[in-house]
């Protein structure tokens, strides 16, 4: 599918495509052509929120793949939201916008949570910062070796105990945020590339 994407928001990565397929398998649907459809762990229409939805290709995409679920997406940039809902007419997907830091304006509890946090330690050696330039900061950086809003998020989730917790992060973020999670009340599921699962426990 072909997505809007301006300086206001993130340029859509493989990495991102993986939650996708998380959810895709929780909702017992094959992400792959062939693949045997695995056991659903989810009813046939739950809710979705996808916080920090930036494009809306995340949100976008598993209403298209998964029309009867109830999907919701935050962010806290306004300019984001109105390139999410132009994609979302574009392409005929039927969301719900919100616009939130994090779950401050969600006023309900919904079955998946999915969010693809700035992560981006700028302190990392390895970064191509030039390459990054043409996105937005806001959308990649973060503070506390690029922790500080997947914790917070973590810490917002906690109470609610949705029945799943979709991270994107990197690989070398993962066991610090499997730590910090299982201290709050979530056990970690699995990992698919970057990204990681949870249920509460």
Avoid: M
């Avoid at 809710?47 to 029309?67: M, N, Q, R």
């Avoid at 999907?71 to 132009?86: C, G, N, P, T, Y």
């Avoid at 994090?102 to 006023?107: C, D, F």
């Amino acid at each position: 599918r072909n997505f809007i994407v301006t300086k206001d928001v993130l340029i859509p990565r493989p990495e991102t495509e993986q939650i996708i397929d998380t959810v895709l398998t929780l909702a017992g649907k094959p992400f792959l052509p062939g693949v045997k459809a695995p056991k659903p762990q989810l009813p046939p229409s739950f809710s979705l929120l996808d916080v920090g939805t930036g494009s809306g290709c995340i949100a976008i995409t598993i209403k298209k793949e998964l029309p009867s679920v109830q999907v919701f997406a935050s962010d806290v940039s306004e300019k984001a939201l109105k390139i999410a809902q132009k994609n979302a007419l574009n392409l005929g997907a039927s969301i719900t916008l919100i616009i939130s830091h994090l779950l401050k304006n969600v006023k309900f509890t919904p079955d998946v949570i999915v969010a693809n946090l700035p992560y981006v330690d700028e302190s990392w050696t390895w970064l191509d910062k030039k390459s990054l330039s043409k996105e937005p900061s806001l959308a990649l950086y973060a503070k506390d070796h690029g922790l500080a809003l997947i914790k917070e998020l973590i810490l917002q989730t906690a109470p609610q105990k949705p029945k799943f917790l979709v991270l994107e992060a990197d690989p070398c973020q993962h066991q610090t945020i499997i730590n910090y999670a299982k201290t709050h009340g979530y056990a970690h599921l699995n990992t698919r590339g970057f990204i990681l699962s949870f249920i509460p426990h």
